[in-house]
């Protein structure tokens, strides 16, 4: 089975900017492509699972998310790290707009995209684990049944109030080496 790491994407391995699309504004929080790196050595799988509702909202294109995944992705391997899989939720129940204004299981704190992992991962849930900066980041990983981190980047200062994760810490990287590392 697959030990997995779900992380939310803005505000946990990116700075946060509001409705990130363009690889010339993307910027790493300090120490996310070494924390990467250490998860994929010790073998866990990396996957993104990601609300993007500027698609929604019609600010920019699913390409355009795909094309800044894939930036992510050549970016880390400039440091010798990877994510093996992205998954984005472009829907928005009430901002949306055409096609992308639904109500979806995708969209966090729902789970369908931890259920897209599973069609590319055999998940290990005893040993996985969803780690974010949002609410709806850490109910979400509760919904799928996984162990959470909230980090304290992004938004995570002030969502720590809910009080619903499993751990807090002051980063990602601190997450893989206080928490992660500790545990398994």
Not at 114 to 138: C, P, R, T, Y
Request: negative net charge.
């Amino acid at each position: 089975m697959d030990r997995i790491v779900f992380l939310d994407r803005d505000g946990t391995i990116n700075v946060e900017k509001c409705y990130l699309y363009k690889p010339e504004e993307f910027e790493f929080i300090e120490g996310v492509p070494e924390a990467i790196r250490l998860l994929n050595e010790a073998g866990y799988k990396v996957a993104v699972i990601t609300n993007q509702a500027g698609v929604a909202r019609g600010y920019y294109a699913e390409e355009d998310v795909e094309r800044l995944h894939r930036y992510i992705n050549e970016r880390l391997a400039e440091k010798g790290a990877h994510i093996d899989a992205f998954f984005y939720c472009p829907h928005h129940p009430e901002k949306g707009i055409g096609k992308y204004k639904k109500e979806c299981g995708c969209r966090k704190p729902g789970i369908g995209m931890f259920l897209q992992a599973e069609e590319f991962f055999d998940v290990d849930k005893e040993n996985s684990w969803m780690i974010g900066d949002k609410h709806a980041d850490i109910e979400a990983g509760k919904n799928y049944g996984v162990r959470t981190i909230l980090v304290r980047t992004g938004y995570g200062k002030e969502e720590e109030r809910w009080r619903e994760y499993d751990f807090v810490t002051r980063d990602l990287m601190s997450g893989v080496i206080d928490v992660i590392f500790r545990i398994r």
